[in-house]
């Protein structure tokens, strides 16, 4: 039951992360580390990838394969979080302190960790045999 509503809890994350690429495709594009191109197409394709993700933890569609998709996931986008601390740049009109930018950072390995425990992946599966 807890699994099942971090699962809802992730999914509804990424729904709105993955919208907000789209309607705020500028101010993610200036996350982009500059050495990538095509910086709006990069914030498309991830908002995409986050509703996909969004829609795949709904339906409980392979989570183990999910999950593991998932983190992958955000280990690729971390380059952005850590440019974006870096470079100190604020997403919109939001601005955040340096250490703000670090804390968020520093909060993709948690997320990872909880993705890959609410989709039950490889690395977690036992854990979560014990686990209701």
């Known amino acids: 039951m807890i699994r099942r509503a971090v699962q809802i809890l992730l999914a509804a994350f990424?729904?709105?992360?993955?919208i907000l690429h789209f309607?705020?495709?500028?101010?993610?594009?200036?996350?982009?580390p500059p050495?990538?191109?095509?910086?709006?197409?990069i914030v498309w394709i991830t908002g995409l990838t986050e509703l996909v993700f969004a829609a795949a933890l709904i339906a409980?569609?392979?989570?183990?394969?999910?999950?593991?998709?998932?983190?992958?996931y955000l280990l690729a986008v971390l380059p952005a979080n850590i440019y974006m601390a870096i470079a100190q740049i604020s997403l919109g009109d939001t601005a955040l302190s340096p250490a703000a930018l670090w804390v968020r950072v520093a909060l993709q390995f948690p997320l990872i960790a909880l993705v890959?425990?609410?989709a039950g992946a490889p690395p977690l599966r036992k854990a979560q045999d014990t686990d209701g």
């Open 14 to 18: 990424f729904l709105i992360a993955g």
């Open 35 to 41: 050495m990538l191109p095509f910086p709006i197409a």
């Open 23 to 32: 309607r705020l495709d500028d101010a993610f594009a200036r996350i982009v």
């Open 116 to 118: 890959l425990w609410c």
């Open 60 to 72: 409980r569609w392979r989570l183990p394969l999910t999950g593991l998709l998932l983190s992958a």
